[in-house]
């Protein structure tokens, strides 16, 4: 596990900026939770995280080590060793659930012999076992989503980002599922950055909860300490909050 | 873009080698450029493989590049010749090759039987089975216009010229050889020619060409070679061959001509090439399929086949003819269009 | 691409190049000319495309699925072949032909109908293509207030006006760089021209370059086109979405439009007919005497260019569909080498290759194969660009966030993936070799002339049943090869080629609008 540093991080495409001046620390085994509005540059924190894009400007750090820095790429998303789950999960259609999780051990250079018992151990605690020579287009919604789960995290990574991984899952499932990560991330003391734009979700999973507006960091802290924050925005969010009766 | 950027060389290297990954030749083997037509050289190159073991490896040249593809092929690979033997439909194109320092000197064991108009002195190319310049006359278009005649569309007549005679001749009585470059100077060629233009004369793309509009009657005449002329008569069209000019300066005759390339890969087999093209053998050849005439006295000919030797043949320096072409091809182009 | 030219340029015997030729009135009179017959011949293809196109997709024709693989027949062979069939019907020799109709044949108006009958279908299969992924819930929408007719002309048209636009684009490339149909009908074009001047007696590769200049302006206009007002939606519009709506029902109407329907196709398929009628058994028996190794020699370049295209649209593809800029670029320079006379491009390339150290390029197949990716590198790059906007490009990032490099990404998902895209653009960048004759005809190496310049050199003088029979064997390979690529992309998709993320399309399909 590793800690995850961004040091004022702007991100722009042509005039228009996605991330301005951004600055973000998720410590070694912690989970962050980032909540902002729709646009507000959550997906691409992500994306710089990930190497998929340059920061324009600013430094993006896995403990020691720069990732990026000021327009360039310095280490490619495939040796981050951090891991993703999508928003729409871009699970691989020709890829049955078993190739999916050893295409990735396969990836990150863990030998023959190991994988099979990871991939074992993994699609049982997502309980997909009965799956594993499943394709994606015949499993369902909460099936593929433990699938992303799975991939995610059978490589054990340095860090995990999630993208909005429940936004479209009924109620029940979300529960299901959020059950499912905090287990998973208690278990194995996860750095994990999940985005959400459901401060319900935030407040389930995150250690601390980052608040998002316009390209930039307008709040951190953990949920009791955000309640007393001034700014309108996390009044707002909270006010979602005292609705859902939490 | 880094990784797909040594993609692309992988790529690249992956291709090349996999398509040049030929065998190399496990006999000898020739290579021979030619403008002879196609359908009637490869014929011989077969016999040629057959007779001697040696495979021919040929490039052959279209009708609608004028007979000069194969040429400016040549040129362009002086640096590095291709090809060992040139063999051309013409004895004039040679010339270009000649005065580029591209020609090695041989001449043919089987040259001696060549009348010595029809060689190079030095060596520098040896003709072999001929064409002429003829007219092909559409009888049937021609059957309404008898009194005019095709040689209306002669804007002048230089010099008192016979009627001609013909070998099957329904045809032309008034026929001469336009005024060319070397007797009448460029000037009068020039007016000579845009005369023409100016008398409803259709410039033709290839000699092919001229067969095409001859034999489908959308002209009454046309001025091409033997061969193709040959060709129309035996496709059973309604067409005569005249050789014009045979009581005034004569028909152009054109031998094809056999030319070894300087610094060619496969020297020895481009002599036993060129032996053989000149030899009688291939004449006979020429002779039976493309109606061509012999230069060898001994090869017999059928009855459809004027020898050399019976008609008049224009007394012409090809050397300076090729000169000449050379000069006024500007001219030629822009008078023919581009 | 732009170093042969760069190469004629520089290497030429002439001092310095010379605008001259462009200073005379007689290339721009020909140039005029030439966008005239291809505006002619554009107007050809798109009033028997469009309706084709309509009646094949979109209503309930009979037999249109039989009738468009006809009509596509053509598309797929030099235009020399169709040009050569219509001749033998309708020549002064020909089974129909008299004065009057070889008059017209071997007129501006013969070349315009005949290539135009000849490039239709590419009009057809691409507005079919799209009318079949135009958004169904916007036709169903428009049914309920509006007859079929207007539906047409105020729905479907304008949602398919890019693919259409791209069919234009195609279509005015294909005429603007053909040499051998038009030279055979002799109709003096700009690019027969240029052919001509780097095969006339003097040659002068300089000048043809400079001669090139106009087309390059003219191809640039053709791809300045494509990019902005068509080039991102042209993407969209092409892939085949998973469902479609019923077909409209033509009521009284259907057998007069199946009567249009395969009247074209019969027009399209007959100059094919022709050939075999005029081959005969004689041509056919005499075969083996004139083909020598003609389809072995088209055959094998065909096959190492077409793979070589092919990994080139595996790399260049995806990154274009990203809009990648120097992707882009290289696609654009792809665009112009497609569209430039390929004699230019030929001599360019034999006047680089052409130096003892590279003999072994130079004197092998290679040549060829170097010269066939060069002109079509467009066809594998565009089509793969296709197949990979209709994934999204999370697919390929998820597989590089978790560990995947570059090459274990391609081999791992985007090949797989696109199997069907990739298969569809070999064979679509293979067809284009086959079909190639003016890119080889100057540079071809010795003894290795492929089937397409063999009939060309052949049909001066040679005898027609033979020449026939050899075109007929071209169109024969091709239709083979095609054949076996419907068959391929025909085989039941397993069951995880049906997912959530948009992969149900049968990508193959898509290699028809790849251009």
Not at chain 2, 57 to 67: A, I, N, P, Q
Not at chain 3, 218 to 231: D, K, M, N, Y
Not at chain 3, 272 to 295: E, K, N, Q, S, T
Not at chain 3, 454 to 474: D, H, I, K, M, Y
Request: include cysteine.
């Amino acid at each position: 596990m590793t800690t995850l540093r961004f040091d004022n991080v702007s991100l722009s495409f042509g005039s228009t900026p996605a991330l301005s001046d951004l600055s973000l620390v998720v410590e070694s085994g912690e989970v962050v939770a980032v909540l902002g509005p729709s646009g507000c540059g959550k997906t691409s924190l992500l994306r710089v995280a990930l190497g998929l894009d340059a920061p324009t400007r600013g430094t993006v750090w896995a403990g020691a080590t720069r990732l990026s820095a000021d327009g360039q790429v310095l280490v490619p998303p495939e040796r981050r060793r951090l891991a993703m789950v999508f928003q729409d999960l871009a699970l691989w259609p020709h890829l049955s659930v078993e190739a999916h999780l050893r295409f990735v051990l396969s990836s990150v250079g863990v030998p023959k012999r190991d994988q099979e018992e990871r991939i074992i151990r993994m699609l049982e605690q997502v309980e997909l076992q009965e799956r594993a020579a499943a394709h994606p287009g015949e499993l369902s919604g909460g099936e593929r989503q433990r699938v992303a789960i799975a991939r995610a995290l059978v490589t054990e990574p340095a860090a995990v980002l999630l993208d909005e991984p429940l936004s479209n899952l009924d109620l029940r499932l979300r529960r299901e599922l959020l059950g499912l990560l905090k287990g998973l991330f208690a278990q194995r003391r996860m750095t994990a950055v999940y985005v959400t734009h459901d401060i319900r979700e935030a407040v389930a999973l995150g250690d601390r909860i980052a608040v998002m507006n316009a390209g930039g960091v307008v709040a951190v802290g953990a949920i009791d300490a955000l309640r007393g924050s001034p700014e309108p925005l996390v009044r707002e969010l909270l006010e979602g909050l005292t609705w859902s009766g939490l | 873009m880094r990784h797909p950027l040594q993609m692309l060389v992988a790529i690249a290297l992956l291709v090349t080698a996999g398509a040049c990954s030929e065998r190399p030749p496990t006999k000898p083997e020739v290579v021979v450029y030619t403008s002879v037509d196609q359908v009637f050289s490869e014929p011989v190159f077969r016999r040629f493989e057959a007779d001697t073991g040696v495979r021919v490896r040929s490039v052959f040249d279209t009708e609608e590049t004028k007979s000069t593809g194969i040429l400016n092929r040549l040129i362009a690979e002086r640096a590095n010749p291709q090809a060992d033997v040139f063999w051309s439909g013409d004895p004039v194109r040679p010339f270009l090759l000649v005065s580029r320092g591209l020609v090695e000197p041989y001449t043919p064991t089987s040259a001696a039987g060549i009348p010595p108009a029809f060689k190079s002195a030095q060596g520098h190319w040896t003709g072999s089975a001929a064409r002429a310049r003829v007219l092909l006359v559409n009888r049937e278009r021609l059957a309404g216009r008898r009194r005019r005649g095709p040689c209306a569309i002669w804007p002048t007549r230089a010099g008192g010229g016979r009627p001609p005679s013909p070998t099957r001749s329904t045809a032309p009585r008034r026929c001469m050889s336009p005024p060319g470059s070397q007797t009448g100077g460029d000037a009068e060629a020039t007016r000579f020619l845009d005369a023409l233009k100016a008398n409803d004369v259709r410039i033709a793309s290839s000699n092919g060409e001229v067969k095409r509009l001859v034999t489908s009657g959308e002209v009454v005449f046309g001025l091409t070679d033997t061969d193709d002329a040959f060709d129309a008569v035996k496709s059973g069209a309604p067409v005569d061959i005249v050789y014009p000019d045979q009581d005034a300066g004569g028909t152009l005759v054109m031998p094809t001509s056999v030319v070894l390339i300087r610094g060619a890969p496969h020297p020895e087999a481009a002599r036993r090439l060129a032996d053989y093209l000149v030899s009688p053998q291939a004449e006979r050849m020429m002779v039976d399929a493309a109606a061509h005439m012999p230069l060898h006295a001994d090869v017999a000919t059928p009855a459809h086949v004027v020898p050399v030797a019976r008609i008049r043949a224009m007394n012409i320096d090809y050397a300076a003819l090729a000169a000449v072409m050379d000069r006024i091809q500007p001219q030629l182009r822009k008078w023919s269009g581009l | 691409m732009l170093w042969p030219l760069f190469v004629l340029l520089a290497g030429s015997d002439e001092a310095a190049p010379s605008f001259a030729p462009l200073r005379a009135v007689e290339p721009w009179l020909l140039l005029a000319r030439t966008l005239a017959l291809t505006a002619a011949v554009l107007a050809v293809t798109l009033a028997i495309g469009l309706p084709m196109g309509l009646l094949v997709a979109r209503t309930d024709t009979p037999g249109r699925r039989i009738a468009l693989v006809a009509h596509a027949a053509p598309m797929f062979v030099p235009p020399l072949l169709p040009a050569l069939g219509w001749f033998y019907l309708f020549g002064r020799n020909g089974l129909i032909g008299g004065e009057a109709s070889a008059g017209l044949l071997f007129s501006d108006l013969g070349a315009v109908l005949v290539l135009g009958l000849t490039f239709a279908p590419i009009v057809t299969s691409l507005a079919a293509l799209a009318l079949w992924n135009v958004d169904p819930s916007q036709e169903e929408a428009a049914r309920v207030v509006a007859r079929p007719p207007r539906i047409v002309a105020r729905i479907l048209l304008p949602a398919i006006l890019p693919a259409i636009a791209l069919a234009a684009v195609v279509v005015a490339a294909l005429t603007l760089s053909e040499v051998g149909a038009p030279m055979f009908l002799r109709v003096r074009t700009y690019a027969a021209a240029v052919f001509a001047r780097l095969g006339g007696v003097d040659f002068a590769p300089a000048e043809a370059f400079v001669l090139l200049l106009p087309v390059l302006v003219v191809a640039l206009a053709l791809a300045a086109v494509e990019r902005r007002s068509i080039g991102r939606r042209s993407f969209a519009v092409l892939g085949l979405r998973s469902f479609r709506s019923a077909p409209f029902a033509l009521g009284r109407w259907r057998w007069p439009a199946a009567v249009f329907c395969w009247s074209v196709t019969g027009l399209s398929i007959t100059p094919l007919l022709a050939l075999g009628w005029r081959a005969g058994l004689r041509g056919f028996a005499d075969l083996p005497l004139w083909i020598g190794g003609a389809v072995w020699n088209s055959l094998v370049p065909a096959a190492w260019a077409a793979s070589a295209i092919v990994a080139l649209g595996v790399v260049l593809g995806p990154l274009l569909s990203r809009r990648d800029r120097a992707a882009t670029r290289l696609d654009l320079v792809a665009l112009l080498a497609f569209v430039a006379p390929g004699a230019l491009l030929g001599v360019g390339l034999a006047a680089i290759w052409n130096q003892p150290e590279t003999a072994w390029v130079y004197q092998t197949s290679a040549i060829i194969v170097l010269g066939f990716v060069g002109r079509y590198a467009v066809v594998g790059v565009r089509t793969l660009a296709v197949a990979c906007t209709q994934t999204p490009a999370q697919i390929e990032d998820a597989a590089r966030v978790f560990g995947a490099g570059y090459l274990r990404t391609l081999a791992g998902i985007v090949v797989p993936l696109h199997w069907r895209a990739i298969l569809g653009a070999w064979v679509f960048a293979m067809v284009f070799c086959l079909r190639d004759l003016e890119t080889a005809v100057l540079y071809y190496p010795p003894g290795r002339a492929p089937l397409a310049v063999r009939v060309f050199t052949l049909e001066a003088n040679g005898p027609e049943p033979v020449v026939a029979a050899l075109a007929s064997v071209q169109v024969l390979l091709t239709l083979a090869l095609l054949g076996f690529a419907l068959g391929a992309a025909a085989m039941r998709p397993r069951a995880h080629d049906d997912t959530s993320v948009r992969q149900r399309q049968p990508e193959f399909r898509e290699h028809a609008g790849a251009l």
